[in-house]
């Protein structure tokens, strides 16, 4: 079983940054994607950005600019950073597959204030 263990968010105000890690318990390395994910109270889960083995990215529109996604396949890990955040980015942020999703782990709750 596949263990996700995110880390990294809190209470920012709004224009702040913060960086968001990921640690997967197996090798990522000959995956295919790697992603990260949020979900805002009261709205379904969405992928914000995905992150190819060999360091190819894509992010949704509402955070192209100001987020980065990043891997380290030898140390197993997928990062995001956050810059400028809007209170619009407030929720939950997963990381996890681009396709043939994990289980979900907890998360890590991101709020921003205006």
């Known amino acids: 079983q596949v263990q996700l263990v995110e880390s990294g968010g809190g209470l920012v105000q709004a224009g702040g940054s913060l960086r968001l890690s990921c640690t997967v318990s197996?090798?990522?390395?000959?995956?295919?994607?790697m992603a990260w994910y949020r979900q805002a109270p009261g709205k379904e889960r969405e992928r914000v950005a995905t992150?190819?083995?060999?360091?190819?990215?894509n992010h949704v529109d509402s955070v192209k600019g100001r987020f980065t996604i990043s891997r380290d396949n030898a140390k197993k890990m997928v990062y995001l950073q956050m810059n400028n955040l809007k209170p619009e980015d407030t929720a939950v942020y997963y990381c996890?597959?681009?396709?043939?999703?994990?289980?979900w782990g907890q998360g890590t709750q991101v709020t921003v204030s205006s």
């Open positions: 992150v190819t083995p060999g360091g190819d990215t």
């Open positions: 996890n597959r681009g396709t043939n999703i994990w289980n």
């Open positions: 197996t090798d990522i390395s000959r995956l295919l994607v």
